[in-house]
T-cell receptor
Framework: DAGITQSPRYKITETGRQVTLMCHQT?????MFWYRQDLGHGLRLIYY???????DKGEVPDGYVVSRSKTENFPLTLESATRSQTSVYFC???????????FGPGTRLTVT | AQSVTQLGSHVSVSEGALVLLRCNYSSSVPPYLFWYVQYPNQGLQLLLKYTSAATLVKGINGFEAEFKKSETSFHLTKPSAHMSDAAEYFCALAYSGAGSYQLTFGKGTKLSVIP
């Protein structure tokens, strides 16, 4: 299926554990983004990537690591999860031709 | 710096009444502006977008928004609210700078529709 997929959709992990959230797109859009959504804060940008092997920090990058070895994948890793990282995480791409951002369905992460 | 301000974190309207959700932006470059809707436990769905063509933009589900440069506003309206419009709405600004694109989101407005 075309579009953006995220996995897992739901994840519960313990404080201190490493967890990786996966994001895959089928459009070959060069730009990809990771956001977190929290009550009262809207969506905040964690990291973004302009192309394979090019990544940059967003507004709230601390505690997160990204990589992008292939255009279609943009995994987000929490190296040592903390309770403050409990959130809903959205992956997105940017269509430079249509000037539109497309969002994945989200991953609900709970850190206990 | 680019920013988006949504006035009112929570708006209530009666079914059949006008919906008006306010969005003001700040941008040093011509922006692209968007409204997204998010239903509970779902992702974000694009309602409409402004990309420097017509200033009055029509979107899905009967929503429209008008880009007013002089007022730096991009308010979302719908003539008659329906119960199914109850959701959270986000205004966003996209800009190109330093060779990259970024989006900035407002904090969202939760719309309640009273029967």
């Amino acid at each position: 299926d075309a579009g953006i997929t995220q996995s897992p959709r739901y994840k519960i992990t313990e404080t201190g554990r490493q967890v990786t959230l996966m994001c895959h797109q089928t459009w070959s859009h060069s730009y990809m983004f990771w956001y977190r959504q929290d009550l009262g804060h809207g969506l905040r940008l964690i990291y973004y990537s302009a192309a394979a092997d090019i990544t940059d920090k967003g507004e709230v990058p601390d505690g997160y690591v990204v990589s992008r070895s292939k255009t279609e994948n943009f995994p987000l890793t929490l190296e040592s999860a903390t309770r403050s990282q409990t959130s809903v995480y959205f992956c997105a791409t940017w269509d430079r031709v249509g000037h539109e951002q497309y969002f994945g369905p989200g991953t609900r992460l709970t850190v206990t | 710096a680019q920013s988006v301000t949504q006035l009112g974190s929570h708006v209530s309207v009666s079914e059949g009444a006008l919906v008006l959700l306010r969005c003001n932006y700040s941008s040093s470059v011509p922006p692209y502006l968007f409204w997204y809707v998010q239903y509970p436990n779902q992702g974000l769905q694009l309602l409409l977008k402004y990309t420097s063509a017509a200033t009055l933009v029509k979107g899905i589900n009967g929503f429209e928004a008008e880009f007013k440069k002089s007022e730096t506003s991009f308010h979302l309206t719908k003539p008659s609210a329906h119960m199914s419009d109850a959701a959270e709405y986000f205004c966003a600004l996209a800009y190109s700078g330093a060779g990259s694109y970024q989006l900035t989101f407002g904090k969202g407005t939760k719309l309640s529709v009273i029967p």
